[in-house]
Nanobody, 117 residues
Framework: QVQLVESGGGLVQAGGSLRLSCTAS????????MGWFRQAPGKQRELVAT???????NYADSVKGRFTISRDNAKNTVYLQMNSLKPEDTAVYYC???????????WGQGTQVTVSS
């Protein structure tokens, strides 16, 4: 059974940086697409960034130019480098994976990112 384990969340000041990591364990060979979503209290979950095993990336307009997603296929790990953080970025960030882009059927438990103003 595949499990996703996230790390790297925390509290930072506006303008600061964080790097999130997510590692897939178990039968993960078919997880070609991996990505990050986030959800703030009282709001809908939204896509942040995704990356396929071939290196194709996709970003939400709100994070373009500030966040960078990457993956190490050999390690089954995806990263999210977050720079120039804003209070609006405060949310629980969830790692997700699936067989193809936009078909995410494996989810992590989430990691809290809090950006102070």
């Amino acid at each position: 059974q595949v499990q996703l384990v996230e790390s790297g969340g925390g509290l930072v000041q506006a303008g600061g940086s964080l790097r999130l990591s997510c590692t897939a364990s178990g039968r993960s060979s078919s997880l070609n697409a991996m990505g990050w979503f986030r959800q703030a209290p009282g709001k809908q979950r939204e896509l942040v960034a995704t990356v396929t095993s071939g290196g194709t990336t996709n970003y939400a307009d709100s994070v373009k130019g500030r966040f960078t997603i990457s993956r190490d296929n050999a390690k089954n790990t995806v990263y999210l480098q977050m720079n120039s953080l804003k209070p609006e970025d405060t949310a629980v960030y969830y790692c997700a994976a699936g067989p193809v882009y936009n078909m995410y059927n494996v989810w992590g438990q989430g990691t809290q990112v809090t950006v102070s103003s």
